[in-house]
């Protein structure tokens, strides 16, 4: 069963996307950022997209 985020569709805050970039970087997998985050995987990938930001792929 998903986790189910009760913030859906919130928009990102400027710290929320500097602590993106920071997760990013670091090399964390996608799953660990979402989580740290509180937010979704797809909202997670989805924002990276946006700033291209390369995420770790778990394998």
Do not use: Y
């Amino acid at each position: 069963m998903k986790d189910k985020f009760e913030r859906h569709k919130q928009p990102w805050t400027p710290a929320e996307i500097d602590k993106l970039h920071t997760l990013a970087k670091k090399g964390m997998p996608l799953k660990s950022i979402a989580k740290a985050l509180t937010r979704s995987e797809e909202s997670v990938k989805a924002r990276a997209k946006a700033d291209s930001l390369p995420i770790a792929k778990l394998h």
